[in-house]
């Protein structure tokens, strides 16, 4: 069964720091996807970054990456140059091809201080 | 912006009264889903609709009920609502790999 695991129930992290926030991921499938989300106060789900199983380079998207390590099955976001606007719930998640379903972990809450 | 609304967005209801929640987005993408948010549950996928009237079961279906008669609604019924079915519901869209979320349904049962 595919399973998403997010072990830091809470992060912080000061103004203009780079944090990184970890995701590992249990599958036995060979194609796959992985997601993070961010989730602020007010509720929306907001998509951020999507690596394929099969992408050799690491996704990249404005302040955000994707550290992809497949061996270790890690799926860590690493925001770079934290603002305050940054401070949010933030979810892995992933997809296996042809079944569409995304399965989440339990999230990350992230504080960014001054 | 996906283009995704979700009505209602807010909703209080009492044991055993049936409920439906409705989305709608506005490209006419072929996969549709409704997810359920819980403190530590993060999401889980409810239903999901890969065409007109093509539906299937996510993780946690039992008590639901979706339809989905044109590409740009999918419905989703409590039947007869309990309280353990209070929870915040989203939907989601697929476009290409990536999926779009709604703002969201609030639904408390009393």
């Known amino acids: 069964a595919q399973k998403i695991t997010q072990t830091q129930p809470g992060m912080f992290v000061q103004e203009k720091e780079a944090v990184t926030l970890d995701c590992t991921y249990d599958?036995?499938?060979?194609?796959?996807?992985l997601f993070w989300y961010k989730q602020p106060s007010s509720g929306e789900m907001i998509f951020l970054i999507y690596?394929?199983?099969?992408?050799?380079q690491n996704a990249t998207e404005g302040r955000y990456s994707l550290n992809f390590q497949k061996a270790r099955k890690s799926a860590n976001l690493v925001i770079s140059a934290s603002q305050l606007g940054d401070s949010a719930m933030y979810f892995c998640?992933?997809?296996?091809?042809?079944?569409?379903?995304?399965?989440f972990g339990t999230g990350t809450r992230l504080q960014v201080f001054p | 912006d996906a283009g995704i609304t979700q009505s209602p967005r807010h909703k209080v209801t009492e044991t055993g009264t049936p409920v439906t929640l409705r989305c709608h987005q506005t490209?006419?993408?072929?996969?549709m889903y409704w997810y359920r948010q819980d403190p530590g549950h993060g999401l889980r996928l409810i239903h999901y609709?890969?065409?007109?009237?093509?539906?299937d079961k996510g993780e946690v279906s039992d008590g639901y009920s979706v339809s989905r008669s044109k590409t740009e609604d999918f419905l989703l019924t409590l039947e007869s609502a309990t309280s353990s079915q209070t929870s915040v519901y989203f939907c989601?869209?697929?476009?290409?790999?990536?999926?779009?979320f709604g703002p969201g349904t609030r639904l408390t049962v009393t």
């Open positions: 989601a869209i697929r476009v290409e790999y990536e999926q779009y």
């Open positions: 599958t036995s499938d060979q194609s796959y996807g």
């Open positions: 690596q394929g199983s099969y992408d050799e």
């Open positions: 998640a992933m997809s296996v091809y042809n079944t569409d379903k995304l399965i």
């Open positions: 490209e006419n993408h072929r996969y």
């Open positions: 609709s890969y065409g007109v009237k093509d539906t």
